[in-house]
């Protein structure tokens, strides 16, 4: 069995890093989504997941967990440059870069989670969210600049770092959330990358919803026309 176990496209951000690393390759791997939030949700995953939750590559009997695990055996999968810059202090930099967006910016996720699809309102910009989006603006610039110059994307050629930025720069679309130039221009060069775009139409495509509100996150199906 290979398989690599999501959740929905749209809503799940862990999800679509390791997806589009694996799109990048072509890893010859069947994409399962399980629904996220639903009742059987938890019971689903806990039969084939040790953590109950997405995503999850299934490899001829090798279970790997959490996307930049995932990202990394694809990686050793990969042709040396396809995932990570072949070069080795860029390299070194491009892993550091995607393990700050693995642990940080709480603000940013929290004020503002990821819904490829939907348009909302800018929230309070508290400050921790301003610091959150000044970061995030000021290590794209910075990587644009001292490594960029022979693509659009943060190490020039497209690399698992903006992968681990997808999700991010949707964030910024969604909510309105103000960028530099230079900034605008890197996350509209990932808007607008060819494995984005499908994935984009499929989050898209998906029947079912997610929504936060102050009682936590509820969940359902859009009902079938009459």
């Known amino acids: 069995m290979r398989q690599l176990v999501l959740g929905n496209l749209n809503y799940s951000s862990w999800s679509i890093r390791p997806l589009l690393v694996a799109r990048h390759v072509s890893l010859p791997v069947e994409e399962v989504i399980v629904p996220l939030d639903f009742p059987d ?8 997941s040790p953590t109950a939750k997405v995503p999850l590559l299934l490899w001829d009997g090798q279970t790997v967990w959490e996307s930049l695990a995932i990202t990394e055996w694809i990686a050793e999968w990969a042709e040396p440059g396809q ?10 930099i491009a892993r550091a870069a995607a393990s700050e967006m693995h642990a940080g910016f709480p603000a940013l996720r929290k004020d503002c989670p990821m819904d490829i699809r939907g348009r909302e309102a800018t929230p309070e910009m508290t400050p921790a969210l301003a610091a959150d989006i000044a970061r995030v603006d000021a290590l794209w610039c910075d990587l644009r600049m001292r490594f960029g110059e022979d693509g659009p994307f943060l190490f020039g050629q497209w690399s698992a770092a ?3 930025y997808a999700p991010v720069v949707t964030r910024f679309r969604t909510y309105g959330l103000p960028l530099s130039p230079a900034a605008q221009a890197y996350a509209d060069a990932v808007l607008t990358d060819a494995k984005f775009l499908t994935l984009e139409e499929q989050a898209r495509a998906e029947p079912w ?15 079938p026309e009459a």
Do not use: C
């Not at 995932?83 to 070194?92: G, H, I, N, S, T």
């Open 162 to 164: 903006d992968a681990f």
């Open 83 to 92: 995932v990570w810059p072949e070069d080795a202090a860029a390299r070194a």
């Open 41 to 48: 949700t938890n019971a689903k995953l806990k039969e084939i």
């Open 209 to 223: 919803w997610i929504k936060y509100g102050p009682d936590g996150r509820s969940s359902g199906s859009l009902k």
